[in-house]
């Protein structure tokens, strides 16, 4: 089974920075497009960035461009997002998605780790 652990979160102020990290153990990791959602309070999930399988490419939504950066390191199964000049907007919980080579299978994804930007 795979299983993906988010940490990192939590309460900050207004331009403050966080890093989030997923860790998982799964021979697909390096294979794998790696992700990060997010779902504030009562809006949909969203997606917030992706990278490729060697972090060659990168992909971020507007919202969140040149303020956050996603990286991965496949020697340890992990994938990062630095967040900086936080933003009470960011608050959401973060999701860690895994997007498996084969098309045929469903993504992975963490339980979340809740990021809260204050005022």
């Known amino acids: 089974q795979v299983q993906l652990v988010e940490s990192g979160g939590g309460l900050v102020q207004a331009g403050g920075s966080l890093r989030l990290s997923c860790a998982t153990s799964?021979?697909?990791?390096?294979?794998?497009?790696m992700g990060w959602y997010r779902q504030a309070p009562g809006k949909q999930r969203e997606l917030v960035a992706t990278?490729?399988?060697?972090?060659?490419?990168?992909n971020y939504a507007d919202s969140v461009k040149g303020r956050f950066t996603i990286s991965r390191d496949n020697a340890k199964n992990t994938v990062y997002l630095q967040m900086n000049s936080l933003k009470p907007e960011d608050t959401a919980v973060y999701y860690c998605n895994l997007r498996p080579p084969s098309s045929s299978r469903s993504d992975y994804w963490g339980k979340g780790t809740q990021v809260t930007v204050s005022s």
């Open positions: 799964t021979y697909s990791f390096s294979i794998s497009i």
């Open positions: 990278i490729s399988s060697l972090g060659s490419s990168t």
